[in-house]
């Protein structure tokens, strides 16, 4: 979503004659995109400040300036902070006011060595608000926000806090966004939400859609080859939705649905609001729906309180549920969440070990599903060249990262490949002779 959000920067500051460049050592404007959800995050923020701040020096010794801001979910949470100790940054804003960055440059230019600082919480205007254009710099894969926000309150979690509420768009809003976006050439779109699947609003017929509705809808628009969604909350498949996957031949077969541990004390505790069973039951429908459909997900080791038992629950889930891909991280005490300042915090040895033990198998489930790929033509679109000449990378309907040999003007079409290896981040392969040579 940052990714999203800072390409929705870039387009408002367009019409001021900003554009975006490599570096930032010698940019008019240096605008830093932070992250809050965990503490190595939110620390990076000042010591890239401490960096830019050189950037700035230099640039007004040679006469110029450099005008420097904060973004996203660190200034939201630690905007008075970084105005303190940061007193070089001109302007800090939240994740839901960056539309009004224009103004927030003109005030930062009259104040003069006191920082523009901007929390508002109004998300529904910043949408109404947000420019029309299909989106800056965006390949033939995009973004499309389509909700923001939480209501879940996990106990680990400051996504309720720095984002704010759960907020659906309107499906004809979404629709049109997306239709702009499918005639200026992308032909996959990714909807983005905190919580995605809990999108819901009024379709264009008064009805009230649900997202499995939505993605139907989006199927039917020319030029949109591939959707995707993300982040989900295992809770929020509703039926309609797992018979997307069985329906939609666009909407890819991968999904990512985190479950956060294996253990249901822990589960509780993280107020989930669900057990294992209820996600071994989802992903049981799905698979019935969407039989190829490989699984990524989200995993927090040393929440506290978790005993080697409740561990070796999550490592349980894991072995039976086999994923494709993951993500896995150790329990970060956020300020103000309600695991902060519970007892029994697990010490950071065990946390590593516990961490070490998830990705030494998550690694190898990744590593046999990447294998079990090779021997099989699959549709990829190529988004980009490879490191090597004469080489293209793209994403297989898994999200696997393939290279492949093309040619460059392949990029931004969807091929057939045959997988002839797979490694632990990547496959490769190549265009059967059958495709290779049609027309350019
Ligand atoms: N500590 C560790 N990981 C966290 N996540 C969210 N909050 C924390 C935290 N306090 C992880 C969850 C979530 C992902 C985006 O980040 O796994 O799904
Ligand atoms: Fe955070 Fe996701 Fe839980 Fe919401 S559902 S509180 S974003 S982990």
């Known amino acids: 979503m940052n990714v999203y959000d800072s390409e929705r920067m870039a387009d408002v500051l367009a019409p001021l004659g900003y554009r975006t460049v490599d570096t930032p050592d010698n940019a008019d404007m240096v605008i830093l995109n932070t992250c809050h959800i965990r503490e190595k995050a939110a620390e990076k923020v000042f010591s890239e400040l401490g960096r830019v701040r050189q950037m700035q020096d230099r640039r007004r010794a040679g006469g110029e300036d450099m005008v420097i801001g904060v973004a996203g979910c660190v200034a939201q949470a630690e905007g008075e902070e970084i105005v303190r100790r940061a007193p070089f940054v001109d302007i800090v804003f939240g994740p839901q006011s960056y539309h009004r960055l224009p103004e927030m ?28 254009t299909p989106p800056a710099g965006s390949g033939p894969a995009a973004f499309l926000t389509v909700q923001e926000g939480c209501d879940k309150f996990c106990t680990f979690c400051v996504v309720p806090y720095t984002r704010g509420a759960e907020y659906s768009r309107p499906a004809a809003d979404i629709l049109d966004d997306a239709r702009r976006m499918a ?7 990714t909807l983005l939400g905190q919580n995605v699947n809990a999108w819901h609003g009024e379709g264009p017929d008064g009805g009230d859609w649900s997202l499995g509705r939505l993605i139907r809808e989006l199927a039917g628009i ?35 649905l985190p479950v956060q541990a ?10 989930r609001r669900h057990d294992r069973d209820t996600y071994f039951r989802i992903i049981d429908r799905l698979r019935e729906s969407r039989p190829d459909l490989a699984l990524s997900g989200d995993f927090i080791v040393g929440f506290p309180g978790e005993t080697d038992r409740d561990f ?6 894991v072995r039976r ?15 103000g969440t309600p695991a902060a300042a519970l007892g029994a915090q697990v010490p950071e040895d065990v946390k590593s070990a516990r961490l070490q033990a998830l990705q ?40 696997q990262a393939v290279h492949v040999a093309a040619p460059a003007h392949r990029l931004g079409r969807i091929v057939p490949v045959t997988i002839a290896e797979g490694k632990a981040n990547s496959v490769s392969g190549h265009i059967p002779a059958t495709h290779a040579e049609d027309a350019a």
Do not use: W
């Open 360 to 399: 030494d198998l998550l690694n190898s489930q990744q590593l046999a599903f990447n294998r079990t790929s090779v021997g099989r033509t699959m549709d990829v679109l190529l988004e980009r060249k490879g490191r090597v000449d004469g080489q293209l990378v793209g994403r297989s309907p898994y999200m």
């Open 312 to 317: 070796e629950q999550t490592m349980d889930l």
């Open 183 to 189: 005639a200026a050439g992308v032909c996959e779109i």
């Open 222 to 256: 020319p030029g949109l080859a591939r959707i995707r969604y993300t982040t989900s909350h295992p809770l929020e498949m509703s039926s309609e939705l797992i018979a997307a996957h069985r329906d939609v031949a666009e909407l890819m077969p991968y999904l990512h």
């Open 262 to 271: 294996g253990s249901d004390r822990i589960l509780q505790a993280m107020n």
């Open 321 to 335: 549920v086999g994923y494709a891909q993951a993500y896995s991280f150790k329990y970060s005490p956020r300020p």
């Open 105 to 132: 440059v003109a005030r930062a230019a009259r104040a003069s060595g006191r920082a523009v600082l901007e929390t508002d919480f109004d998300v529904v205007e910043k949408f109404d608000r947000l420019p029309k």
